[in-house]
């Protein structure tokens, strides 16, 4: 059975602080996205990783895969408040197809001015 | 235009009913989700369809259903319903064929049912 596992899963951190979360899976896979969920609404997709060493960018949001760990990661630079949600990885088992996604238990991460 | 959309957003209803949220999307996608997200904000998958054929069923209670009546549609049906049941439901869609690179999914609104 694929596990996935953030941590932390609960973070606080000040505005214009670095920080990285974390995502820890444990069977072979070469497909990991990231989402982020505000409170009440739905997910939104923010990163698709497809190959070991993928490294993705969007403004102060960077993720990186790394297959042969079976490890990615978030990178929050010089937080903003706007920032503030709960960001989950989830990893497409190898040969898993039209299977669902496996998530992790979801970082809940506050920044505060 | 909402690409994935799920009725109702939010659903009170008396243990031991039986109720039902649809799933309509207009990606144009051939496989769609159902996935529960409990209290404490754990996502899991409960079923794929792709081209209106069941690919998973996961460890679900068979009061839970699936319907699809067409690619663009994927509708839940519970049946007596318990308190553990309370949860969000999120609703969800890709397209997958073999083959493919990956499989990106997006989602619904989600839809929060409470069961008392």
């Known amino acids: 059975e694929l596990k996935v596992e953030q941590n932390p899963l609960f973070l606080s951190m000040q505005e214009e602080k670095n920080y990285t979360i974390y995502c820890n899976y444990s069977?072979?896979?070469?497909?990991l996205y990231w989402y982020r969920q505000d409170p009440g609404k739905s997910l939104e997709s923010l990163f698709v990783?497809?190959?070991?060493?993928a490294v993705k960018q969007e403004g102060r949001l960077m993720a990186s895969l790394d297959t042969k760990a079976r490890l990615s990661t978030l990178h929050i630079t010089a937080a903003v408040h706007d920032l503030s949600a709960t960001y989950f990885c989830?990893?497409?088992?190898?040969?898993?197809?039209?299977?669902?996604?496996?998530f992790g238990k979801g970082t809940h991460l506050i920044i505060q001015p | 235009d909402t690409a994935v959309s799920q009725t109702p957003k939010y659903l009170v209803t008396q243990m031991g009913n039986d109720k039902s949220i649809k799933c309509e999307q207009n990606?144009?996608?051939?496989?769609m989700y159902w996935y529960k997200q409990d209290s404490k904000k754990f996502l899991k998958i409960m079923f794929s369809?792709?081209?209106?054929?069941?690919?998973i069923n996961e460890t679900v209670p068979n009061r839970f259903s699936p319907k699809s009546p067409d690619k663009a549609h994927l509708n839940l049906h519970i049946n007596s319903l318990e308190l553990g049941d309370s949860a969000v439901y999120f609703c969800?869609?890709?397209?997958?064929?073999?083959?493919?690179?990956?499989?990106?999914?997006?989602f619904g609104p989600g839809t929060r049912l409470t069961v008392l």
């Open positions: 969800a869609s890709s397209h997958w064929a073999a083959g493919m690179v990956y499989n990106e999914q997006f």
């Open positions: 069977t072979t896979s070469d497909r």
């Open positions: 990783l497809l190959s070991n060493g």
């Open positions: 989830a990893v497409e088992e190898d040969g898993g197809g039209a299977d669902g996604l496996t």
């Open positions: 990606l144009g996608h051939d496989t």
């Open positions: 369809y792709n081209n209106k054929e069941l690919i």
